[in-house]
């Protein structure tokens, strides 16, 4: 299996464009986390899907974030305007049914915005 | 809420050295816990969960911890530190508040270096 894959690998933009992270989970798990992580504040879940549908997004930061997985083997995370401190390293994570199993994480996106 | 609270940022050990993590949690409910290892410029990988079974946890390369719920604490051991062990670790818990949703929080991470 080639585990959970995000693109692009790197990101810089600049202030107030549009960003939109990508991510392919584990074929047969139905459900995807993003999760974003900072020097100041470690690794933060933004939002959690279970078959495609969001169940909690109540880490999604403000207006500017929004997610969706239109289906069990795509999920974008969009920022839109970025700003500054937006930047930060976004994970995309999958698990086979939920919350309590195992979470395997992509590599990342690192995410620059000037 | 719960929390998560690794002590120390960083731990710097001799290869051959016993490497000892530490995790402590705040949780009313029983959790699930687990230990993440990140290398540089990759994403967590799982070394090993807790999940009310045994409360000595073996994992991969070697890893253990031990779940002591009257000190509520998780920590990584590993007896012989090896150069490849060097990456960062993160502990986390998941658990739920009440609600029919768990989350997973992850501490804040400690760094291990190995040196020769």
């Known amino acids: 299996d080639a585990g959970v894959i995000q693109s692009p690998r790197h990101e810089v933009t600049e202030m107030g464009q549009e960003v939109t992270l990508r991510c392919k989970p584990i074929?047969?798990?139905?459900?995807l986390f993003w999760y974003r992580q900072t020097m100041m504040r470690g690794l933060e879940l933004l939002i959690y899907?279970?078959?495609?549908?969001?169940?909690?997004d109540s880490g999604m930061p403000e207006d500017r974030f929004s997610a969706k997985m239109p289906n069990a083997s795509f999920s974008t995370l969009k920022i839109q305007p970025s700003e500054p401190r937006d930047s930060a390293v976004y994970f995309c994570?999958?698990?086979?049914?939920?919350?309590?199993?195992?979470?395997?994480f992509g590599p990342g996106t690192r995410l620059t915005v000037l | 809420a719960q929390s998560v609270t690794q002590l120390g940022s960083h731990v710097s050990v001799s290869e051959g050295a016993l490497v000892l993590l530490r995790c402590n949690y705040s949780?009313?409910?029983?959790?699930?816990l687990f230990w993440y290892v990140q290398y540089p410029n990759q994403g967590l990988q799982l070394l090993l969960k807790y999940t009310s079974a045994a409360t000595l946890v073996k994992g991969i390369n070697g890893f253990e911890a031990e779940f002591k719920k009257s000190e509520t604490s998780f920590h990584l051991t590993k007896p012989s530190a090896h150069m490849s062990d060097a990456a960062e670790y993160f502990c986390?818990?998941?658990?739920?508040?009440?609600?029919?949703?768990?989350?997973?929080?992850f501490g804040k991470g400690t760094l291990l270096t190995v040196n020769p």
């Open positions: 074929s047969g798990h139905n459900s």
């Open positions: 949780s009313s409910v029983p959790p699930y």
């Open positions: 899907f279970n078959n495609n549908v969001p169940i909690d």
């Open positions: 986390a818990v998941m658990s739920n508040s009440g609600g029919s949703n768990y989350k997973l929080t």
């Open positions: 994570a999958s698990s086979l049914t939920g919350y309590t199993d195992t979470q395997y």
